[in-house]
């Protein structure tokens, strides 16, 4: 099946500063890529929603000058958490879909990014 | 408000048993209805999907029974086993480019 990585594997960074989260579809072109984080025993919460070439839709309460999404190219978006604070810290999981595959509806998962804002 | 509502939060199977997940769904333009299994610390994976022109889908242990009407679907694992122990989760979505909306997740363990 179809494989997204994402980088890096988990962050642990001061409260103030910025994190970038790499979210790459590995063996297709993803016309979408989705962002969710999920705190420990939840499900996942959508944040935004992003197309290549264009700005990324952002769920009710997300913060998009917080939660910058870059969707530059087929295979790579990227998240980056700005001025990170203590109540950043979550696991953060992108996805990615391609239209043009079987229907276009399967998404496909990262593993995931745990971030720890000290 | 809570499109897809799961349920069990969690359960407990013992090895060999047949574990049940239910979910229910509020909006009647869904047409896809996939499960994820999630392990601590990893992505979710796609287990089994189906779509309402079909009331059932087997792949392996794994089967979905779903009833359009009652709108309901459900994950049923035959012969459970302890590697089969993680979380859940249904989700639905309309077949196109919207996002999938996931229930809340059941944590599952099967004990030997």
């Known amino acids: 099946g179809a494989v997204v990585s994402q980088h890096p594997s988990w962050v642990i960074c001061k409260s103030g500063t910025s994190v970038k989260i790499e979210c790459r579809s590995l063996?297709?072109?993803?016309?979408?890529m989705f962002w969710y984080r999920q705190f420990p025993k939840q499900s996942l919460m959508l944040m935004a929603t992003?197309?290549?070439?264009?700005?990324?839709?952002?769920e009710q309460g997300v913060e998009k000058d917080k939660f910058l999404i870059n969707h530059a190219s087929l295979t790579l978006s990227t998240l980056t958490v700005t001025s990170a604070h203590p109540e950043d810290s979550s696991f953060y999981i992108c996805?990615?879909?391609?239209?043009?595959?079987?229907?276009?509806?399967?998404?496909?998962f990262g593993p995931g990014t745990r971030l720890t804002v000290l | 408000q809570q499109q897809v509502k799961q349920s069990p939060q969690s359960l407990i199977v013992q090895k060999g048993g047949i574990s049940i997940i239910n979910c229910a769904y509020e909006n009647t333009a869904f047409d896809y209805f996939p499960w994820y299994q999630q392990f601590p610390g990893k992505g979710p994976a796609l287990l089994i999907a189906?779509?309402?022109?079909?009331s059932e889908k087997k792949e392996g242990r794994f089967t979905i029974s779903f009833n359009k009407s009652a709108k309901q679907f459900s994950l049923h694992i035959m012969d459970s086993q302890p590697g089969d122990s993680a979380t859940y989760f249904c989700a639905a979505s309309i077949i196109g480019n919207t996002p999938l909306v996931f229930g809340k997740g059941t944590r599952l363990s099967v004990i030997a």
């Open positions: 992003s197309n290549e070439g264009s700005k990324a839709t952002y």
């Open positions: 063996d297709f072109q993803a016309t979408t």
């Open positions: 996805s990615a879909r391609d239209l043009g595959l079987a229907g276009g509806n399967e998404q496909f």
């Open positions: 189906i779509r309402p022109d079909v």
